[in-house]
């Protein structure tokens, strides 16, 4: 089987354990997923599928879109990501074929989770840099957020990698290593996800099993 389902981030809340303790966990809708296409080693070279999440108007999505979902003989999708097949997996997919998240986790299992940061557009160096700006005394004027000189005139007379200038932020994908799926709920796709995880409220998400497990017993052994 897979490793991985595609998400979305619906919020936190609290779960109370057994002795009544408060944990704070984050509920993430995960699933069903589409495979829409399936990537062979034959044909491309490696084993992946593409899977499709999240229903989507077909009044909002282009007629070529429409063409390519309709091959896997399903409704558009909104979220559409492609995750490896492992190496040592016999599972046979078709295109069309639905995979729901209790076929992939349970609880107790560690999660790598993987969203992305709100998207804010071009910003200037203020907002992405925390640039100070400059002093208003000394007749400076218009000048006031600016970044300032980006280089010099004659060696190397070109602007140097690397400078801090205005440009997109956010949009960022970042990955929340071993969580734990503290509940799971499979006729409502939902998980339980210990902690917080990446991205903004109704961004996706996408959730595999954990690379690395954590605790002190584990031993790192070099492959030969």
Not at 15 to 27: I, Q
Not at 112 to 132: L, M
Not at 171 to 190: C, G, R, V, W
Request: with cysteine; aromatic share 8%.
């Amino acid at each position: 089987m897979i490793k991985e389902i595609l998400g979305k981030k619906l919020g936190m809340t609290t779960l109370f354990d057994k002795e009544g303790n408060a944990l704070p966990v984050t509920l993430v809708e995960a699933g069903p997923c589409t495979v829409i296409q399936v990537k062979t080693q034959d044909n491309d070279g490696y084993r992946a599928l593409q899977l499709g999440f999240d229903e989507k108007r077909p009044k909002s999505t282009t007629k070529a879109l429409q063409k390519h979902f309709q091959k896997a003989n399903t409704t558009p999708k909104r979220f559409v990501f492609e995750v490896l097949v492992p190496k040592d997996s016999t599972a046979e997919f078709k295109p069309g074929q639905v995979i729901k998240l209790d076929e992939i986790f349970k609880v107790g299992d560690r999660v790598d989770v993987a969203g992305w940061s709100k998207g804010r557009g071009f910003q200037g160096v203020f907002k992405r840099w925390n640039f100070k700006g400059a002093d208003s005394g000394h007749g400076t004027h218009e000048y006031f957020r600016h970044g300032g000189s980006i280089g010099t005139n004659t060696k190397p007379g070109h602007t140097l990698k690397g400078r801090k200038m205005p440009g997109h932020l956010g949009n960022d994908k970042t990955t929340m290593l071993s969580l734990t799926i503290a509940e799971l709920k499979p006729e409502e796709n939902f998980l339980l996800i210990t902690g917080s995880v990446p991205g903004v409220k109704n961004g996706y998400l996408i959730i595999r099993h954990a690379v690395k497990k954590r605790g002190k017993h584990h031993h790192h052994h070099k492959a030969a």
